[in-house]
């Protein structure tokens, strides 16, 4: 089997123009038959089972639906910026209050204590 | 092109389309990804490949497999490719076509895969993957003993 032969055989197998003669001619060595029996093998193996078609698949995407998605995440940070900013505009404050005087301002005595001049302060 | 045309082809090739970019790529969701974007780019582009519909789809595949392929930096990795691989008659064998189909080069695996799953004639692979179609020929029949001899 040579070069020519097995070459008619690969263009057979692939659908190709092939001489006929020339075909006829190949298919009478055993080795040639048995070539082409493993080239046909070979396309089942290699096609392998009918693997189902993912569901994705079901329809074409729109092109404007692919351009759009970069859009579409960076709207959506910036959406969740302005939540972010917003709830902590919003949020209580304790140490900063709207009444801002009256934290700053100190408490009033409950009781005065007057320093008188001339008393012992160490007498118990 | 227009979407009407586009949506033809897709429905006609995108099965074959899939097929090959799973084998190829040996990587499910990259070949759905891809398959998606294959179609979607004919969406704004013009007809190639001398104007053969079929050989033009599956030219932007491979380009598409081959950028795949350059960004990941690596030849296709050889893991089970899924559920769907159970379903073979004989994983062995299925094992063992794989693993001849990796120790060939990977032009001649594309040319290889997409004359067996793409189903493109020897004129429709020289236009897509640009060869002439002798060097189609010469690159299938070489495939095709490397792997037999591997296999048997």
């Keep these: 089997m040579n070069e020519t032969s097995t070459q008619i ?41 009918d693997v189902p078609l993912p569901r994705s698949l079901a329809r074409l995407r729109s092109r404007q639906a692919v351009a ?41 005595p409950a009781r005065v204590e007057k320093f008188v001049p001339g008393v012992d302060w160490s007498f118990r | 092109m227009h979407r009407s045309e586009v949506e033809l082809l897709f429905a006609t090739y995108r099965e074959p389309v899939y097929r090959f970019l799973r084998r190829f790529l040996h990587d499910g969701p990259a070949a759905e990804d891809l398959t998606q974007e294959a179609f979607v780019r004919a969406l704004g582009g013009s007809w190639q490949a001398g104007g053969q519909a ?31 691989e159970s379903r073979l008659r004989d994983p062995a064998t299925a094992l063992a076509v794989d693993a001849a189909l990796a120790t060939v080069d990977v032009d001649d695996r594309e040319v290889f895969l997409l004359k067996e799953l793409g189903g493109l004639t020897y004129a429709e692979i020289a236009a897509a993957c640009g060869m002439t179609p002798d060097a189609v020929r010469s690159r299938l029949h070489r495939t095709r003993l490397a792997l037999r001899r591997q296999l048997t």
Aim: aromatic residues 6%.
């Design chain 2, 54 to 84: 079929r050989a033009w789809i599956f030219q932007i595949a491979r380009n598409l497999a081959r950028d795949h392929l350059r960004a990941q930096a690596r030849r296709p990795v050889l893991s089970p490719l899924g559920e769907h």
């Design chain 1, 68 to 108: 759009r998605l970069p859009i579409v995440r960076w709207s959506a940070a910036a959406a969740l910026l302005v939540l972010v900013f917003l709830a902590g505009w919003m949020s209580p404050r304790p140490l900063l209050s709207s009444d801002d005087t009256a934290v700053s301002a100190p408490p009033q």
């Design chain 1, 9 to 49: 055989i690969s263009a057979f197998v692939d659908n190709e123009p092939v001489d006929p003669d020339g075909l006829a001619a190949v298919l009478e060595d055993p080795a040639s038959r048995a070539m082409l029996i493993d080239f046909v093998r070979l396309r089942q193996e290699v096609a392998g089972p």
